[in-house]
């Protein structure tokens, strides 16, 4: 009985330290679970902070793309608005020119961009002697790009019809180095052109730019020159300009030519020669491109001694070039010639090579150096004969005329004959070695 008691004892401790055992094991599971929950829990918070923060990055783009789309919404409102005005604008224009009852001898397109103060100038110059005229001669402002100060002080004008160039295609030079200003001109070009012809139909456009201003017999001189324009195919423009038109070398604002080389700045174009220029017109350089014998294809310009236009843009795409020299001192006529009574039939293309023959021939010719000099020696006209383009150079510098040549023609030249005032009255013949036959002069050195 008493081992039995004995026996029973160790079993009881065993089954003691058993229960001990398992307790402390169990204490053990329970502690490590406590703690994985503990980390689960701080891991679960930890998403839900991320995942508020989240929502709440996402509730504020969410706002921001509404702002931006009522904004984008609001551009969109504005730019219609800008359409629907200058439509209208142009649709009122279109209109009052209807009403008339003459028809239009040319629009006048003012060529702008952004520079409200040069523009203002050229309209108040126009504006100065265009009320008499209003109706044969329509104007018009072409904007390239969105320039707001341009666009205001050209809606401000009642008596002109405004027209805004939108191009947003890249530009990409042909060449390293080019502006990307003449490649925009020229598109912007192209496009009033296509406009003013295609669009409300006009017969003739007079090109001015926004740095211009024009002498009192302007639209007269050219409603003189429409009517060449038409009897004449051999014209290709009439120009308001002489490159040679410096105080120095001119003096008969009655007088005009005929030349192989297109003078631009201020310039009038007829219907049926842009039918043939628009479909291949350039990438840029515009003006020296119609200076090309591929393009002007032989006919020729009409073009006065005294400048019926004044470029006064020092600052501008061209970056000032040859202002200083050659167009600050252009003499802008002030005399009110009387174009309608004047008979013009001498510059009809059979007539103009025999009386510009006879002037010619008539000059008293002038050979070797010093010709400064010996030109101020003689009483009346000189011709002086050049063998190149070097020699021309030359003498043109002694002189102070244009000295620059395009596609083998210098400037204003008219059969290779360029012609200038020196001392006032005496005329200056600078002769090409091909020119006098070209005039059909024989016998003559």
Known sequence: MARWSC???????LVVIGFIYTQMKLFATQSEYAEALETAVEAENHCRNQMRLLIDQISMNQENIVVLEEKVKRQEQECEHLRALVQDLEKKGVRSLTREEQAPVAAVVIMACNRADYLERTIKSILKYHSLVASK?????????SNSDVRAKALSYDQLTYMQHLDYEPVRTERPGELIAYYKIARHYKWAMDQLFYKH??????????DM????????YFEAGAGLLDKDKSIMAISSWNDNGQKQFVHDPYMLYRS?????????????????????WPKAYWDDWLRLQENHKGR?????EVCRTYNFGEHGSSLGQFFQQYLKPIKLNDVKVDWKSMNLSYLMEDKFVKHFADMVKNAKPLYGSDLVLKTNNVDGDVRIKYKDQSHFENIAQQFGIFEEWKDGIP?????GVVVFRHQTLKRVFLVGPDSLHQLGIQNVV
């Open 137 to 145: 001669f329509p104007i018009f402002v072409s904007q390239d790009g």
């Open 260 to 280: 192989d080389f297109f003078p631009g700045l201020g310039w009038m174009l007829a219907k049926p020669t842009w039918d043939e220029l628009s479909p291949k």
């Open 213 to 220: 201003e024009i002498a009192p017999d302007f639209f007269d």
């Open 201 to 210: 139909k006009f017969n003739r456009v007079i090109i001015l730019e926004d």
């Open 411 to 415: 400037r204003t030249a008219y059969k």
């Open 300 to 304: 020729q310009f009409i073009r006065p």
């Open 7 to 13: 026996d029973f004892r160790y079993l009881l401790i």
